[in-house]
């Protein structure tokens, strides 16, 4: 079984739940290219790194989700609402794999590979909303856009970029599939 980002939920919002991410450790590379593009090539050198490929030569467990978010020169406050337009996307993307809650900055093994950064996320109040099928760009934005309008007109703001999370393996069936798509809101 694979150990899942833990997280609290606060409370049931029409459109999306809201929780309360611990701080947590990743393993975290940024990659150009189009959405589906920029998750498959960083997938590779983060599973090395998981597999072994660290100064240390240690294994560290796979969790779930990996999660795929843009990233562009400089990280700005997100602003609202959230509107994507299909084909709207940036060329460059931060592709983490969540690190295991037993790992700290003291124990998590040092990458080989100088394009893979180990960075700790702060704690982190945040609107979700969870959905099955595909990792299509369209799914994915479609939901994103519905999330951004649900959390403000929630009345809450949102502070960071919006991520997109896979709980799965590539080989599980679409249609099994657990997805999410996350937004930062501000205390």
């Known amino acids: 079984m694979t150990e899942q980002q833990p997280y609290r939920v606060l409370g049931q919002h029409p459109g999306f739940e809201l929780r309360r991410y611990p701080a947590h450790l990743v393993a975290e590379m940024r990659v150009g290219g189009t959405f589906s593009t920029a998750g ?19 294994a560290v467990g796979m969790t779930a989700p990996v999660v795929q978010e843009p990233a562009g020169p400089e990280r700005i406050a997100m602003t609202a609402p ?6 709207d996307r940036p060329d460059c993307w931060l592709v983490r794999f969540v690190l295991p809650a037993s790992l700290s900055t003291a124990t998590v093994p040092e990458p080989e590979d100088p394009r893979i950064v180990i960075r700790e996320i702060p704690e982190q109040l945040a609107a979700a909303v969870r959905f099955g099928g595909r990792w299509t760009d369209r799914a994915f934005d479609q939901r994103a856009t519905a999330l951004g309008r649900a959390v403000t007109a929630a009345g809450l703001t949102p502070s960071g970029a919006i991520r997109y999370a896979r709980f799965d393996p590539p080989w599980k069936p679409w249609f099994l599939r657990r997805n999410e798509v996350v937004l930062p809101v501000v205390e």
């Open 40 to 58: 498959n090539e960083a997938f590779r050198p983060l599973a090395a790194y998981l597999s072994g490929a660290n100064r240390s030569r240690r």
């Open 82 to 87: 959230v509107v994507q337009v299909e084909g």
